[in-house]
């Protein structure tokens, strides 16, 4: 069975700096896909990144990254010069791919907390 | 492009009964997602159509059940309500599918009483 575990429930993180938060997941497939999805407070929930597991390059998108360790089994999301506009949950998913079957599993979700 | 609606955004109902979410993709998209949004549970994946008909499926009991039109818009419903169906019921539409990008809607709150 496929899991994701988000080991920090809450974290605080000053503005301007730089919060890592973590994911691990356990999976005997070899093709999926890892996702960061945010959900601010009362907003909708938005893709903040996306890792095919096949890439060994890590995926950027401006301010957000992603530390991507396929033998380890962990995909860590790093937010850099944080904005008090990044307070939101934050959740991991992983999905596996199989003859276009695909199934998504999500984390229990990180609430990051950006300080003013 | 307006983005991703769903009707109604409150619901209440009471056990025993069923109820069904609307969810209006994106214009030009293909796939619509559902998923359940709960404290305990947290985020999971119900099903997925696309072009009308059911592509994926996540481990929920046959009370869950969805369609698409042709037009791409969903309803997803929910038969025999209990106590622990009451949730946030997020739908998601992309244009290919769940490797996409989703563009979620403001979900459905749903309390059954």
């Known amino acids: 069975a496929q899991t994701v575990t988000q080991s920090q429930p809450e974290m605080s993180v000053q503005e301007a700096e730089t919060v890592t938060l973590s994911c691990t997941y356990d999976?005997?497939?070899?093709?999926?896909?890892l996702f960061w999805y945010k959900q601010p407070p009362s907003r909708q929930m938005i893709l903040v990144i996306r890792?095919?597991?096949?890439?060994?390059q890590n995926a950027t998108e401006n301010r957000f990254s992603v530390n991507f360790q396929k033998a380890a089994k962990s995909f860590s999301l790093k937010i850099s010069d944080s904005q008090l506009g990044d307070t939101a949950m934050y959740f991991c998913?992983?999905?596996?791919?199989?003859?276009?079957?695909?199934?998504?599993?999500f984390g229990s979700g990180t609430k990051l907390n950006v300080k003013p | 492009k307006a983005g991703v609606t769903q009707t109604p955004r409150y619901l209440i109902k009471t056990r025993g009964q069923q109820v069904t979410l609307s969810c209006s993709p994106i214009?030009?998209?293909?796939?619509v997602s559902w998923y359940q949004q709960t404290p305990g549970q947290g985020l999971q994946f119900l099903f997925e159509?696309?072009?009308?008909?059911?592509?994926n499926k996540g481990n929920f009991p046959g009370r869950f059940s969805g369609r698409q039109f042709s037009n791409s818009r969903s309803e997803m419903n929910v038969s025999t309500l209990e106590l622990g169906d009451s949730a946030l019921y997020l739908c998601?539409?992309?244009?290919?599918?769940?490797?996409?990008?989703?563009?979620f809607g403001p979900g459905t709150r749903l309390t059954v009483l």
């Open positions: 998601a539409s992309s244009s290919r599918g769940t490797t996409d990008t989703q563009y």
């Open positions: 999976t005997s497939e070899n093709n999926y896909y």
């Open positions: 890792q095919e597991a096949y890439k060994q």
């Open positions: 998913a992983f999905m596996k791919t199989r003859f276009s079957f695909n199934k998504f599993y």
């Open positions: 214009s030009g998209h293909r796939s």
């Open positions: 159509y696309f072009s009308e008909t059911q592509r």
